[in-house]
């Protein structure tokens, strides 16, 4: 991320560029909700108070790590299967053939939906909500690296033939990153999707994770720790693309520059969603 | 094998064989709707010679360089390079692509562009990277190896592309339609430098072009293919030599006469 490389004073502006509407945000809902009486709606001072004493005598620290832990782990596992199948069917035209109506058909089938389900078959503990998570990830990455893959120009196509590059070689240097900007494309889908089943994921079942930890507030209808939960959520979710971001820039580089240079490598038919 | 010996590698590189199609022909598609394109066409590529192909638009031209390059299959007849039939591509045999700026891979440095088929040949890091800087020399672009693809301009890519398949070994160069999408003056400088390498490595080249003055002044012959489907309508020889001069050779009575009956060919 360029911002990190940034002297303090224009570092200090630009996260204040970033961060004024979520400031306001929090002052209006602050005052707003100052004298609420609602039990579904308290006060933001009182959401506050359940989230640092969540913090500092409660579970959120293990919670989050907890959840953290499971959601990384998944992507990881999605992205690795995901890219790998992706390419393998990508580059085998016979092979995408053959399961295209599934890949259309799972397209459209949303992955969250099939959570209980998995849940119920795979049990409790932390290995299953894993897998759960990186089985709701796989797809978006799988997808995409399959478009990805399927976009190489014909000219680098028939480059690698007229060179005899060998296999092992193509996929890592050539099929690979010309396929990286969709795959990470796809990974940003996955990252949206990871944090909703990671929640959902430790509400069916589990005895700690954020998810829990809303979960067992809401059951005892201490809605101010539940709604402390669900901001916790958000920042983690706010916190992971940023991550995201940096990963992207670090694997991205030259398609960034490529893109911003007048002859950009046009290598594959351009991206379908472009990140900034 | 060792930097030295790649060193002088490039220098004595000397095409040794011809490259020639006999009886070729091709259809795309199979059955009933097939479309025969190529109509039993016999060109020959002599060692050291540049050959160019010129044709109506879709006449068959990049599918005949395509058949030299051993990407395509014949139909019928064979690409042959010295004794021996082609069944695929060979090491002998690079290509350049028209389109520069998508067979350069824009996240490899230009040098690792350049060096990426040796790599595939499993020659060591150091001897590739002698090599390519070598080669980008022999091109004129010996500060463009750190650089990536799109950092530099289309005649600057379109020598990084030349580089890599003289960096390949080859004898034979192909290239499709090479200079078609750089400013006039960038095209005089790349064609000077394609009969610049020909001189000085002693390689052959067959160049497709839709420009009939680029293919008089590369040419040693000229090969003109008309028709549906294609076969050669005339093989025009072009009595300039080895060394040519963009003014001088085009202001020859000989060029004038040579590309009018490329035209009259073209336009029958
Ligand atoms: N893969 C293909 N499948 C079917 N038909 C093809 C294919 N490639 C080319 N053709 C057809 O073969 C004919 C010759 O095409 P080719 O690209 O060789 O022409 P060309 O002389 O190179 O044309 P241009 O000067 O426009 O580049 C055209 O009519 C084209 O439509
Ligand atoms: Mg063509």
Known sequence: MTTLLLPPARLLLRLLERLWLVAVLAAGWWFVSADSTSVYFPALSAIWDALVSGITSGTIRTDVTYSLTNIVLGLVLATIVGTALGILIGELERLRQVLDPFLQFVRSVPQSALIPIVIGALGIGQAPKIYMIAFACVWPVLLNTIDGVRAIAPEVRDMAKAYQIPHSLRLRRMVLPAAMPQIMAGVRVSLAVGVVVMVVSEIFSATVGIGHFINTAGSVFDISAAWAGTLVVGALGYLLSLAFIVVEKAMLGWYFKSAGASSGGATTRTRGKATK | ?268
């Open chain 2, 1 to 268: 094998m060792t930097t030295a010996e790649h060193l002088d590698l490039l220098d004595e590189r000397r095409a040794r064989h011809p490259l020639a199609v006999k009886g070729l022909s091709k259809s795309y598609g199979e059955g009933s709707t097939a479309v025969r394109v190529l109509e039993d066409l016999d060109v020959r590529v002599e060692p050291n010679e540049i050959v160019c192909i010129v044709g109506p638009s879709g006449v068959g031209k990049t599918t005949l360089l395509r058949c030299l390059a051993g990407l395509l299959a014949p139909t019928t007849g064979a690409v042959m390079f010295g004794p021996t039939t082609m069944t695929g591509p060979i090491l002998e045999v690079g290509v350049v692509f028209q389109d520069y700026s998508r067979s350069l891979l824009p996240w490899m440095r230009t040098r690792e562009n350049v060096s990426f088929p040796l790599q595939g040949k499993g020659m060591r890091k150091a001897a590739r990277r002698a090599l390519a800087d070598q080669c980008l020399n022999a091109v004129g672009l010996p500060d463009a190896g750190r650089k990536y693809p799109w950092q530099l301009s289309g005649g600057m890519q379109q020598r990084a592309a030349i580089a890599r398949a003289l960096a390949y070994q080859s004898e034979v160069l192909l290239m499709d339609e090479p200079f078609a999408s750089v400013d006039a003056q960038t095209r005089f400088d790349l064609e000077d430098l394609v009969l610049h390498l020909r001189k000085r490595l002693g390689i052959s080249v067959v160049v497709v072009t839709h420009d009939i003055d680029e293919a008089v002044y590369l040419a040693d012959r000229v090969v003109v293919l008309s028709g549906h489907p294609a076969h050669v309508v005339d093989v025009v020889e072009v009595p300039f030599g080895q060394d040519r001069d963009q003014i001088q050779t085009k202001a020859e009575p000989a060029f004038t006469e040579a590309r009018a009956r490329i035209l009259g060919r073209i336009r029958r």
